[in-house]
């Protein structure tokens, strides 16, 4: 049965220009453990006394999850992971021929040796251990082989398969683990994808079905370079595609967004189930499929993570698209109307890059010749910071253009410093943006006016 480590706050903590702090740290362990992961990777004691602080607090915290502490093959990092509290630790030290004549200037002879030695140096103080071959997926097949033997025969009971390159394909992948399956001593095997080529969660998958044991993830993919397999998706793709149901879904996605929030870092809005897109359809043929039977262009029910579909309106739009839009405002038609409703819709989207549901009620009104008394689902707001006196405003700035529903951000004279235009799907989704908006720092105070109705100057 799948296992997954969850390395979030260690190879996460990796990504270029993130941080967390322990109460971050700490809240992240807590949601990954309501998730059900087996394991959480807890950051490597040797890199700062915070990051040991935070192991040290989260292996307090009594989780389902094992915590494992990262560390190279040193015994100072060794005893460190121990006194952290850790229950095991994760010894890493790299196989390959480029890694130990270039980096580490050792033979494999002694490698083997070093190996050996914290390994066995780890399990004499009591812990748990996994080696873990650096750059596994590029060393020499017969040495892999006699290195991880020695490890497991020095106390280690897990060896992580790292693909520290992201170079393996699914096939490729598969067939080793194969070899390895039937040439190590009894073992648990995890697999340490990157996604240098976006092949990680497909290798992963690859390596499960071949025999291997555990999956490393990370929330929102984050990771040294493009990552590794993001939580999320693992999750989803083994749940739905290879039926393991024992992880809790519901979760996810309010755990990817904490991590936008206190990571800085954003996911694409194409990313799969937690991008703003994944639940989005647009063209008129795959809108009208949608509304006859969600499931012609659904893998599956986006409820299943808590979220909802969309149907955007634009120019690909068709009728029965607008026809339902209008309805869920309690607003009927004649089938003469709709068609002129339509044809303006693909006139301004053809010079507009998004429509917005105060936009179509307009039209719907002017084709109609009556007045719509609804306020549009989707909010137009106007949210006005005040910025620390001592912080860059255009510090600020850039942090309020990197959210995917800020439209446009300008600094401005008066009371408030920056006035940044929002859009949001309702009113819950605004409170959430409003509430992100206040953690960056250096915003000292917001208000926030909500559009109730949109008119266009000469211009647009
Ligand atoms: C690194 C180490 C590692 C370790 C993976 C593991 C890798 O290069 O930063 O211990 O399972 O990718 O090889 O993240
Ligand atoms: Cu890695």
């Not at 740290?25 to 040797?46: C, F």
């Not at 190590?184 to 990680?200: E, N």
């Not at 339509?342 to 002017?366: C, H, M």
């Amino acid at each position: 049965m799948l296992e997954i480590l969850d390395t979030t706050l260690r190879e996460g903590e990796q990504t270029p220009y993130v941080n967390f702090t322990i109460d971050e740290k700490i809240e992240i362990a807590k949601r990954l453990d309501a998730v059900g992961v087996e394991m959480i990777e807890a950051g490597d004691p040797s890199v700062s006394p915070n990051v040991a602080r935070a192991i040290e607090r989260i292996a307090a915290l009594g989780l389902r999850a094992e915590i494992v502490a990262h560390s190279a093959a040193l015994r100072s990092g060794i005893e460190r992971a121990k006194s952290c509290g850790a229950q095991r630790v994760a010894i890493f030290y790299a196989t390959s021929k480029i890694h130990l004549d270039s980096k580490l200037h050792k033979t494999e002879e002694q490698a083997l040796e070093i190996i050996r030695e914290h390994v066995a140096y780890a399990k004499s103080l009591g812990l748990n251990v996994r080696y873990t071959p650096e750059d596994a997926t590029r060393t020499e097949l017969d040495f892999l082989v006699r290195v991880c033997n020695a490890a497991i025969e020095a106390g280690a009971d897990r060896i992580s398969f790292a693909d520290t390159l992201g170079i393996m394909q699914p096939h490729l992948l598969a067939e080793r683990i194969e070899i390895l399956r039937a040439r190590l001593l009894p073992c648990k095997i995890d697999l340490h994808c990157h996604d240098d080529y976006g092949l990680a969660l497909a290798n992963a998958m690859a390596g499960v079905r071949a025999g291997a044991d555990c999956v490393h993830t990370t929330v929102n993919g984050m990771g040294e370079r493009s990552g590794i397999p993001d939580l999320a998706e693992t999750v989803l793709a083994f749940h739905n595609l290879e039926g393991v149901e024992k992880y809790d879904l519901r979760p996810l996605v309010e755990l990817s967004n904490y991590l936008e929030r206190v990571s800085g870092f954003f996911v694409a809005p194409n990313k799969p189930i937690t991008g703003q897109n994944a639940f989005s359809h647009k063209s008129g043929v795959h809108t009208n499929g949608i509304l006859k039977n969600p499931q012609t262009y659904e893998p599956f029910d986006p409820s299943l993570v808590g979220r909802e579909r969309k149907i955007v309106i634009d120019k690909y739009t068709g009728k029965s698209a607008v026809a339902a839009r209008l309805d869920e405002y309690g607003i009927e038609v004649s089938a003469a109307e709709l068609e002129v409703i339509v044809t303006r819709i693909k006139n301004l989207g053809d010079q507009r890059k998004q429509l917005f549901d105060a936009d179509i009620l307009e039209i719907a009104e002017q084709v109609t010749g009556r007045e719509m008394d609804v306020i549009p689902h989707d909010i137009n707001a106007l949210i006005m910071l005040e910025v620390e006196s001592h912080v860059y405003t255009s510090a600020v700035v850039r942090r309020l253009r990197s959210f995917s529903n800020v439209t446009s951000v300008y600094e401005v004279t008066g009371d408030y410093d920056i006035s940044a235009f929002a859009n949001a799907e309702n009113v819950a989704a605004l409170n959430n943006l409003i509430e992100e908006i206040r953690t960056v720092q250096g915003v000292k105070r917001s208000e926030t006016r909500m559009v109730l109705k949109k008119y266009n100057g000469g211009g647009k």
